[in-house]
């Protein structure tokens, strides 16, 4: 980062933790962040999960807001993929949105962003069943 960009206080910009009982790592943004601030609060993500046990992510977006072209593409392209490598197998990724975010998603079951060999991210509006659809990729991926 270069030296006049100040490193963002990450506490001011997202929680995360993992949630052991039901297997996932658990984001949210606490306030509108954009560029260096959304980079730095994904890496914070990925480096403090852990390998093996922290495939499975919830991000609650609803705070964070709506993410510039630039910074969508860094995800997709920069940070998704380097989720698997890190984790040790596919990940699966549950943003939640707020609904001015987003078109129409079925409430139910949201709709696929991404399905890519080393990770699937899907959109939801409702937590509850962003955290059903990560427990049965865990199910899953245990059968």
Do not use: C
């Amino acid at each position: 980062m270069p030296a006049s960009v100040p490193t963002p206080d990450l506490a001011s910009l997202v929680e995360f933790s993992f949630r052991d009982d039901a297997g996932v790592l658990l984001g949210r943004w606490l306030r509108p962040v954009h560029g260096p601030e959304l980079r730095a609060s994904y890496e914070a993500m990925l480096a403090a999960a852990r390998p093996r046990k922290a495939r499975y992510w919830l991000l609650d977006l609803r705070a964070r807001g709506t993410a510039s072209e630039d910074d969508t593409h860094w995800v997709l392209t920069e940070f998704l993929p380097r989720l698997a490598p890190r984790l040790g197998g596919r990940a699966y990724v549950a943003f939640v949105l707020a609904p001015a975010h987003v078109g129409t998603l079925d409430p139910d079951n949201g709709a696929d962003m991404v399905l890519h060999h080393d990770y699937h991210v899907r959109l939801f509006l409702d937590e509850a069943q962003a955290l059903q659809w990560l427990a049965l990729r865990q199910h899953h991926d245990s059968v």
